[in-house]
């Protein structure tokens, strides 16, 4: 294998490495944006939803319990938990790929109950009381979705009102929602959470088509320069050498020794060229 094809192959090589590892950090890079971008989104549709379920408790729920009987409970207007859910389905209209849902382990509202990967979730934060938060990568529905959660606590004894005993509740929560399931709920116990779901499908396909598209930019630009590479080493040291070695040959015939070798060349070329001419000045020197 000659110098060329060797220094190609050599080159190639490296070009090739090159270009796997800027295509997988890429890749990489780009979901990992791609995830960040998520938990952004996730954590400002949580913040407006605990924002929401605040202002109904602290602001809305005060003034209407002074326009009503102690005993009368309507959930569009009393429940924090309600109102949040309520304001982000008005939000899912333009954003149907979002989803938010407030996990219950024991709910009022059947729709509000946990499935199995939000139950062990929330066994995971009555477990560690520390945790506030817990994020990442899962399958809902056959779709790959990225979710952010965060626990939800009996606080004070005001959640109790509803959620303690049931025949204490307000009798028209009891006759919405019946006193099977909801109840009995202990105070700092960890019973529910809120979770945003973000679809990460088109995310992680853009992050994929990204990285092809840097690998064949990359591929292209290996493949001009081994090309370039080519022509410079079949014009700069294959076709000297193979003039040098021919002119070599010929004096050791001695053939040709009366024609003086001219090499213009500084590097290492022109240095081989100086000492083969030398080498035929000895020659017809001697033969002289």
Sequence with gaps: MGIRMRSILVMGILGLLAITVIGITSYKLSVKNALDEAKIKSNIILNYA???KKYMKQVQRPLVKELIESDRFYPELMSGFVTARGT???????????IFKQATLDPLNPVNRADQN???????FD???????????ISKNGVEVFYFAQPIKVASSGCLTCHGDPYDAPKDQVEIYGTETGYNWKLNDTVAAFVVYIPTESAIAAAKKLSFTLVMIGAGGIFAMLLILWFFLDRSVVLPIVQLAQRTENFSLGENLDEPITGKSKDEIGTLAQAIERLRISLVKLLQ
Aim: net charge negative; proline share 6%; charged share 30%.
């Design 88 to 98: 982000f389905e008005l939000f899912k209209e333009s954003s149907p790929d979002y």
């Design 50 to 52: 605990m924002a929401t």
């Design 127 to 137: 477990q560690n009381p520390s945790l506030k938060s817990s994020e990442g990568i």
């Design 118 to 124: 939000e139950a062990e979730l929330i066994k995971k």
